[in-house]
């Protein structure tokens, strides 16, 4: 089986995560249609039934919020939830589904050392994407910093 990992719960349960970007953060039904396209153009497949994660919730253990996150973790049988929130899944919650929980800046280091080339491609690649507001590799490289210091670290070693 391919490695699968669950990056964000608006992948795999995107329905409440529409619902908050309108309700909270107001965002127009026209822009989260847009994104849940989008992020079902990228991660085709990837989306777990509301009704399998209602199945699993109530044997989740982790922080009540966030079940619905191992649920759905569960349900796509994710070798990993990635997250800055690591206090909402501890490894008594995960380890008996075989779930890791790991922050971001792990996860993506563990990318990078399987394929430090492709990976240097694909940042290369998003900073070209970016249009609003365009950014060069180094200030994408300063933006990811705030959050995955140790990986841009190292993929700023590897580029020189």
């Known amino acids: 089986m391919p490695f699968a990992v669950v990056l964000d719960a608006s992948v795999l349960y995107p ?9 909270n953060r107001g965002a127009t039904a026209e822009q989260t249609r847009h994104l849940r396209d989008a992020m079902t153009a990228a991660f085709d497949g990837a989306e777990v ?3 399998a994660i209602d199945r699993l919730e109530p044997a989740m253990t982790n922080d009540p919020k966030d079940r619905h996150v191992l649920a ?18 501890p490894s008594d919650a995960c380890e008996p589904f075989a ?23 694909a940042v290369e690649r998003q900073a070209a994407a970016l249009l609003d507001p365009r950014m060069t590799v180094d200030e994408l490289f300063d933006r990811l910093a705030l959050t995955v210091p140790s990986f841009v670290e190292a993929i700023r070693a590897h580029t020189g």
């Not at 759905?72 to 899944?89: H, K």
């Not at 971001?104 to 990976?119: K, T, W």
């Open 15 to 23: 329905l409440p995560v529409m619902r908050n970007l309108e309700g």
């Open 49 to 51: 039934s509301e009704a």
């Open 72 to 89: 759905a973790a569960v349900a796509s049988e994710a070798q990993a939830i990635v997250t800055l929130n690591l206090n909402d899944f």
């Open 99 to 121: 779930i890791e929980s790991l922050h971001p800046d792990v996860f993506l280091l563990q990318v990078y050392q399987l394929d430090e080339q492709n990976v240097c491609e």
